[in-house]
């Protein structure tokens, strides 16, 4: 019962941090200047983005509760708020504000705290882990992304 409450808190939190993220970016990726910008080849379509954020924040949340479980310090939680705020804040930086170069250091931040994540629970949460690697392969893509639009433009 407590693995549930802890699943349905962690889904509620992390749609809320997609939530605010979209509310954040407001028309971003229609934008003229997003538009106009110099995309990695690789760019995915519009569509995949939101497929995979919520397959993402679903296996996240699965994770978290396990890990919070095994886990629950004063770590896990700053870890988690640090986390929050990285996504929430990178679709301000980079869409409203235009700041590609801070956009790029906050996703770097977000998938090393994310690595964090995967590879020093990778004891504790055994195969369990695997439910956080989309998320980390993602922001792997999303740097590159990032990057090759810091980049070129």
Known sequence: MKQLMWLVLFLIINFAA????????????????????????????????????????????????????????????????????????????????????LALIVIILLTVIVGYYLFSFLSEMKYKSILIAPYFIWLLIATSLNAYSYLKN
Do not use: D, R
């Open 18 to 101: 997609l939530g605010i993220g979209s509310w954040l970016m407001n028309n971003g990726p229609t934008s003229g200047w997003y538009l106009t910008l110099n995309k990695a080849p690789w760019t995915p379509p519009g569509w995949v983005f939101g497929v995979a954020w919520t397959t993402i924040m679903i296996c996240f949340s699965v994770y978290l509760s396990y890990l919070v479980t095994v886990k629950e310090t004063n770590t896990f939680w700053v870890l988690f708020s640090i986390q929050f705020l990285l996504n929430v804040s990178w679709n301000f930086i980079f869409f409203n504000q235009h700041a590609i170069g």
